[in-house]
């Protein structure tokens, strides 16, 4: 029961946001700020997650074929599919949903107990249209290219530590190129889409209803995260469903 | 003027106004007092439509405020000003942004008019030299000045004021309600203003309301609060056995400055 409250809930709070921009230059602005926060405060974590993880992968891809009779190549290609697909969209999206959304979470709810949410009412701007829609299409357009970023310094790791290994460069390379489908391009854009909204979206809505004081900004902001991360794994699952 | 007929409030079963009718008028600082937690905050809210009153009627000089839609009701509001409890700045933005931000939204002037305008409206809450600060930097006195510069900027027809001194020392107060009553003064505002602070009831309570237990118990001039009988209004200003001792001594003597 408590779970269609709050959906319904959350349905009107994106009916709300969708309204006409008091002052199209300020939202502008606010669009800006946004991705700026995004973006340059996730660009190192999302980097060095990354960069590991498409390292490990190859390392332990490695370890695994031991002296099988697999050929040295298939290390690109498997680093390369793996990190497209799999880890660049669901580590980053998990990555992001703790940062970005307990980030989101704690400034709505700051906001809203601090009577800052009001004041904007009171001036006659929609805080929803203000405050949320920046949020989650600043969110949309930069999720995206953080994790094709995050892929590709996977990618780059892989390559690093299979040289490392004793893998030659070329080879990696080779396995680079090697039965490269660009639909799971397409799969990895699809999922950081989705990621984007869900994260940004869940985590306005914690922030934005909070009630009471300063812990249940954290709380809130906890909730952000919990739910942002549950529903990344899940529609990381759905998507690899429906588009697989 | 605002007048305000048979305000009723409900948080689920739990009645916070029951019943309300009064007047505020223009040119004057209204006040609205009461005991912590007696509704005030919420009385004001559902003046400005932060919140929605179970029953009863608003009007902003002969305009329904509670019938109006959604669309008509941010019309007006853009001749609202409100000043917070917590003063309500914006944490990313400076003081000057902070003050230009009503204009940013909502005025067709250029960069060098906004300039101006907020400069005028600092200098006229004596704020000068802190336009770059964040409301980090600043104490609650100054945030409360750039909260009544916000306020004023768009030089709005009511302006409502939630425990503007409330957490300053009694100097800064007494600053911050002279201005408000300057301005109010100045500019002929309809203002209103929520506290529970004897000083300000005194200092510049040209017309007062005191809410007790959901009612409006009492409603006057500060020149007829002390002449009053009523027992709760009598209780709430002399909170303290030493006040009403000190009354008992001074017997009805005491004056209040025009
Ligand atoms: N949104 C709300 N939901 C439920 N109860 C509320 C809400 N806002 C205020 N109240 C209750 O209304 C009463 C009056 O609060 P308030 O108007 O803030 O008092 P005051 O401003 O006079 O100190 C309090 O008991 C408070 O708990
Ligand atoms: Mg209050």
């Known amino acids: 029961m408590k779970f269609f409250y709050h959906f319904g809930k959350y349905l009107l709070m994106m009916r709300d946001m969708l309204t006409r921009p008091e002052n199209l230059h300020m939202y502008w602005k606010e669009l800006l700020r946004q991705m700026n926060g995004i973006g340059v405060g996730s660009l190192i974590i999302i980097g060095v997650i990354s960069l590991f993880v498409g390292a490990v992968t190859a390392l332990q891809f490695a370890y695994q074929m031991g002296s099988t009779f697999f050929p040295d190549y298939l290390i690109g290609y498997i680093v390369r599919d793996t990190m497209i697909i799999e880890l660049a969209p669901t580590l980053s999206g998990l990555v992001l949903a703790g940062k970005v ?25 929609n805080p929803n249209g203000y405050l949320i829609m920046p949020k989650i299409i600043a969110a949309i357009f930069i999720v995206p290219p953080l994790i094709v970023l995050a892929a590709l310094l996977g990618i780059y790791g892989g390559y690093w530590a299979a040289e490392n290994y004793g893998i030659s460069p070329a080879n990696y390379q080779k396995g680079l190129l090697y039965l490269f489908d660009p639909f799971n391009v397409v799969i990895m854009t699809v999922k ?40 990344v794994i899940f529609f990381d699952y759905i998507v690899a469903l429906v588009l697989t | 003027m605002i007048e305000v007929k048979d305000l009723k ?29 007696s509704g005030k905050t919420v009385f004001v809210k559902c003046l400005v439509g932060l919140l929605t009153p179970t029953s009863g009627t608003i ?55 906004k300039m101006d305008r907020v400069n005028f409206c600092l200098e006229r809450v004596n704020l000068v030299g802190a336009n770059k600060k964040y409301p980090a930097e600043i104490s609650g006195g100054m945030m409360k000045r750039v909260g009544i510069a916000r ?12 425990e503007p001194n409330s957490g300053l020392d009694p100097k800064t107060a007494l600053v911050i309600d002279e201005l408000l009553g300057d301005i109010t003064h100045e500019y002929n505002m309809t203002t209103i203003i929520n506290t529970h602070d004897m000083n300000s009831v005194m200092g510049m309570g040209e017309k007062i309301v005191f809410l007790h ?25 002399f909170a303290s056995d030493f006040l009403k001792e000190l009354r008992k001594g001074a017997g009805q003597s005491i004056k209040l400055s025009k």
Request: glycine share 10%; aromatic share 10%; proline share 1%.
């Open chain 2, 213 to 237: 237990q959901g009612y409006k118990e009492w409603e006057g001039t500060r020149h007829q609060l002390l002449e009053s009988d009523n027992e709760t209004l009598y209780d709430f200003i």
């Open chain 2, 151 to 162: 306020a004023i900027v768009l030089n709005p027809k009511y302006l409502f004021c939630d």
């Open chain 1, 101 to 125: 959304g307990s980030n989101m979470a704690s400034e709505l709810g700051t906001m809203r107990i601090s009577e800052q949410i009001d004041a904007l009412e009171i001036m006659g701007v």
């Open chain 1, 192 to 231: 950081s889409v989705i990621f984007a909204f869900l994260i940004a979206s869940v985590a306005c809505y914690q922030g934005f209803y909070v009630k009471g004081g300063a812990l249940d900004i954290g709380r809130a902001s906890t909730r952000a995260v919990v739910y942002g991360s549950i529903l």
């Open chain 2, 9 to 37: 409030k409900s948080f689920e079963d739990k009645a916070i106004l029951k019943g309300i009718t009064t007047s505020f008028e223009a040119g004057k600082t209204n006040l609205i007092i009461g005991t912590s937690g």
């Open chain 2, 59 to 113: 009007t902003y000089d002969g305009i329904e405020f509670t019938a109006l839609s959604q669309r008509e009701k941010k019309d007006i509001r853009t001749k609202i000003g409100m000043l917070f409890q917590g003063s309500a700045l914006f944490d990313s933005m400076t003081v000057e942004e902070n003050v230009m931000f009503p204009l940013n939204m909502f005025s067709k002037m250029t960069a060098k008019e």
